[in-house]
């Protein structure tokens, strides 16, 4: 065999495999339905919120649309979405409010029904969820 083969095989395996390579994940914003989608689920979540006893107390005097509108640009940039956070730090604005971990808990069952109202799949709630998470330490019991 030629030098010249060898290399025209191994250029064509070459090809061949990069064509077979996955396409980049899609991002959790996508998966997430955009910003539709999640318009949707934070306004599923304002619902869920408005009907709940044990939470309601924490918003009442919250500005609706103000806290819309950073949920819905919290949540798209933590899903890779083409938004910056520009709201307060999660200490600032949860420092006061006592948030146990009850609540805290119950409050993430909120949003899975925002979540389930919107049809997101639970592979896709988990993956936002886990996001969410390492901000636990940011807003129960200060």
Same mark, same amino acid.
């Given at each position: 065999?030629?030098?010249?083969?060898?290399?025209?095989?191994? &250029?064509?395996? @070459?090809?061949?495999?990069?064509? @077979?390579?996955?396409?980049?994940?899609?991002?959790?914003? $996508?998966?997430?339905?955009?910003?539709?989608? =999640?318009e949707?689920?934070?306004?599923?979540? &304002?619902?869920?919120?408005?009907?709940? $006893?044990?939470?309601?107390?924490?918003?009442?005097?919250?500005?609706?649309?103000?806290? $819309?509108?950073?949920?819905?640009?919290?949540?798209?940039?933590i899903?890779?979405?083409? @938004? $910056?956070?520009?709201?307060?730090? +999660? &200490?600032? =604005?949860?420092t006061? +409010?006592?948030?146990?971990?009850?609540?805290?808990?119950? +409050? &993430?069952?909120?949003?899975?029904?925002? +979540?389930?109202?919107?049809?997101?799949?639970?592979? =896709?709630?988990?993956?936002?969820?886990?996001?969410?998470?390492?901000?636990?330490?940011?807003?129960?019991?200060?």
């Amino acid at each position: 065999m030629s030098l010249k083969y060898r290399y025209s095989v191994l &250029v064509a395996l @070459c090809l061949m495999i990069s064509a @077979c390579a996955s396409p980049p994940d899609t991002t959790l914003y $996508k998966k997430l339905g955009g910003e539709s989608g =999640i318009e949707n689920i934070v306004e599923n979540l &304002v619902q869920e919120i408005g009907q709940d $006893k044990q939470i309601f107390h924490y918003f009442a005097e919250a500005s609706v649309s103000r806290f $819309k509108e950073n949920l819905i640009e919290h949540f798209c940039a933590i899903s890779d979405g083409p @938004c $910056k956070y520009t709201g307060d730090n +999660m &200490v600032d =604005i949860h420092t006061g +409010m006592n948030i146990n971990e009850k609540d805290f808990n119950h +409050m &993430v069952d909120l949003l899975i029904n925002a +979540m389930d109202t919107e049809g997101i799949p639970h592979r =896709i709630q988990n993956q936002l969820i886990a996001r969410l998470a390492p901000l636990r330490k940011e807003i129960i019991y200060l």
